[in-house]
């Protein structure tokens, strides 16, 4: 990608409809909705609302493709060049997708150039390589019989994404479900549709046939319901809130729909007195206000040794006051806004809970400037466990840093908290942080580092934090089915 250090300028917002059947066509009903952008709140365009009636076309074409069509006859080796080609056009058109990321999400766009769309990319390519080496198994069974497994595609999934991380949630669910030959029924969130409705036009353009991708735009309770109702679909693949997932768990239940989770999260970025201290710091930091603290793993609960609490409170403080907020589409902008009125009301709130529940506040708590809707880094010391602070899942950028002293106490500590999804620890002594690594209940420990994602390693939560795994050829397993066939030889 170009290294432009000027302010870039918002990209030109190219498709608003539903996609369909490889058509783009508005909604039944003729409703739109807005998309904003949340530095500014200003309306950047409307985008078609899909519902039911959508859903329901949309399930209509996916079926056909997955039934009949010419992707139930492809070769696998095709699926994944087909994957390949979408990753190039992708990669070719990186910088406008980035921009359009940072309109609609507010991310700064050198989180979007450097993370994002990057990540989005080697996700394609690395499920476009698992497409042809889906294996069964010969299984050797009592008598004259050969046995052996296939895995074949679980059917047509409905895939429904949240809005932090709006191309890699498209990305890391298109990637395993093409590569396992499913079509697909995605709804992106309400906030951000447009780089998923960007994307899907490159895979048209890359000639995944009609009907393979369609994309609903809409809300959750009218277009995302209606795909977890529909007895089309066989898999329901979910990101975003545990309230979300329950309502979707008991949607689904009528169809006995496969279903993969990934929630939230309370992660506990545990840093021992004889860790590299600078390094830790940098890690605490990036760990939670990365992306404006609106990720699933954040490191939210910052367990700190007793030796060294008073000092590395006060190194973060210091990074936090020189934290840069603004203008997403300044290079330089390390911290945009929260993506709505909704989730910025809620951080507020969180941040009077903390003081009302005697934490102290050391650094921000406040609304930055006065328009867009940013919320300075805010820094909580002294925090106790039962505060809700520590307890809830706040997803903005406000950290919790608690007091411990020792092995024996850490582990149940970090261990108090109805998710699982991520932790880390910091340590120079490898036993140690292996010894936490083994006992902490999550589905991802980083050691001496933070937010380390790889296409190739699965994610997912313990607990309540989801159900099942993403990336890696766990995530891949999740969209086959396991056939036994048996054919007797004697
Ligand atoms: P977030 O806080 O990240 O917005 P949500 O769980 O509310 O988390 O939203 C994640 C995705 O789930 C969005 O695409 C949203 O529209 C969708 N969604 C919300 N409610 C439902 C529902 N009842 N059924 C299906 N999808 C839903």
Redesign the pocket.
């Known amino acids: 990608m170009a290294t432009v250090t000027e302010r870039i300028a918002p990209p030109q917002v190219r498709q608003t409809s539903c996609f369909i059947g490889g058509k783009w066509i508005p909604a039944v009903s003729g409703k739109t909705f807005e998309t904003i952008h949340p530095a500014t709140e200003e309306v950047i365009c409307e985008v078609a609302e899909g519902d039911k009636e959508d859903v329901d076309l949309a399930v209509e074409a996916a079926r056909e493709a997955f039934d009949t069509g010419p992707w139930s006859k492809i070769d696998a080796r095709d699926r994944g060049h087909f994957l390949n080609r979408l990753a190039d056009l992708i990669e070719e058109e990186s910088e406008e997708l980035a921009a359009l990321e940072t309109l609609d999400n507010g991310k700064p766009i050198g989180d979007a150039r450097a993370a994002d769309i990057p990540l989005v990319i080697d996700c394609l390519r690395y499920y476009a390589g698992w497409a042809d080496k889906i294996h069964g198994k010969t299984i050797p069974i009592r008598g004259d019989y050969f046995c052996y497994t296939r895995r074949e595609p679980v059917g047509v999934v409905g895939q429904?994404?949240?809005?932090?991380f709006p191309a890699l949630m498209a990305a890391w669910k298109w990637g395993p479900a093409l590569a396992a030959g499913c079509t697909i029924v995605m709804?992106?969130?309400?906030?951000t549709p447009l780089s998923c409705l960007r994307m899907a036009r490159l895979a048209q353009k890359a000639g995944i046939p009609d009907g393979v991708i369609n994309v609903v735009p809409?809300?959750?309770?009218t277009?995302?319901?209606a795909?977890?109702k529909h007895p089309g679909v066989d898999k329901v693949a979910?990101?975003?809130?545990l309230?979300?997932?329950k309502?979707?768990q008991r949607?689904a239940a009528e169809t006995m729909k496969r279903l993969t989770f990934e929630l939230g999260g309370k992660s506990p970025n545990i840093v021992f007195a004889d860790a590299d201290l600078e390094a830790a710091v940098e890690g605490a930091h990036f760990g939670l206000y990365f992306n404006q603290g609106q990720c699933c793993c954040a490191g939210s609960r910052v367990f700190v040794e007793e030796p060294i609490y008073d000092e590395f409170i006060h190194r973060l403080a210091a990074k936090n006051s020189q934290r840069r907020l603004g203008d997403p589409f300044d290079p330089a902008t390390e911290q945009g806004p929260q993506i709505d009125q909704a989730?910025f009301d809620k951080i507020l709130k969180y941040v009077e809970y903390g003081k009302e529940d005697g934490a102290e506040c050391l650094t921000g708590g406040k609304r930055f400037g006065d328009q867009g809707f940013f919320v300075e880094p805010t820094l909580f010391a002294g925090v106790t466990d039962d505060m809700r602070i520590a307890q809830d899942e706040i997803?903005g950028p406000v950290m919790s840093t608690l007091k411990f002293s020792g092995m024996d106490e850490i582990v149940s500590r970090a261990n108090n908290t109805n998710f699982g999804l991520a932790a880390a620890v910091w340590s120079r002594d490898v036993g140690k942080a292996h010894h936490l690594a083994s006992k902490v209940r999550a589905g991802t420990v980083w050691v001496n580092c933070y937010d380390v994602f790889d296409a190739a390693a699965p994610f997912g939560g313990f607990k309540q934090s989801g159900l099942g795994r993403e990336l890696g050829e766990a995530g891949l397993e999740a969209y086959t089915e396991n056939k036994t066939v048996t054919m007797a030889i004697g």
């Open positions: 429904i994404i949240p809005w932090n709804k992106p969130a309400e906030q809409g809300y959750g309770p277009a995302g319901a795909i977890v979910f990101t975003g809130e309230a979300t997932a309502i979707i949607d989730q997803f």
